[in-house]
């Protein structure tokens, strides 16, 4: 399992805490608070080391940043968007005022095997797309490049809300567990869904 208990974040390493200061943020109506909340959502600093030290790469994070020019407060500034939309749907369904996490909900988990490449020469881990275009180069592809394998634990479990007396589901996107905090690596949806009662 990936993860360490040296996490800086450690009021993230439950999603109960994730999704209740989600909750906060979408009631306070400040975007900067909102703002705020996609950056502590977003892998920070210590996720990003902690995942270069271990040559660790998902979702384009943190190997891919650079090529792509991005930073890491860019990573929270993507989300920001699809938040901002979701708050004022809510808000415009008068459902914000008395929205509340549902923190009885049991979350299920997933540990998913992900496969790091690492470029033997420059011990930098690549992504899958140049892996499999230096396999189609090289009839040894292992003399070039090495293969890890761990186990990442992970959840795209819809997030359970409550307002008044209707349940919402939302889809926050591909939740990931490293260095002990919750971190969000997809883009979140904007809308949501009632669930029957």
Known sequence: MI???NSQE????????????????LKSKDDNVLKNFCYKIAPDQTTIEYMTKNNLCYRGIPCQLNSRNMN??????????AFLEFRNRLDNDKLLEKLEHVDSTIYKFDTDTITIYIDKKSKNPISEFEYTTLRMQHKN???YVEVKKYGIKGTEMDVVLK???KII???????IFINNKWNLFTKPSDGYNFIDQ
């Open 163 to 165: 307002s008044g007396n």
């Open 10 to 25: 450690k009021k993230y390493s439950e999603l109960k805490f994730v999704y209740s200061d989600l909750v906060e943020a």
């Open 3 to 5: 993860n360490s208990c």
């Open 169 to 175: 589901n939302y889809h926050i996107g591909e939740m």
């Open 72 to 81: 890491i407060k860019s990573i929270g500034d993507v989300f920001y968007p």
């Open 141 to 143: 592809i292992h003399d």
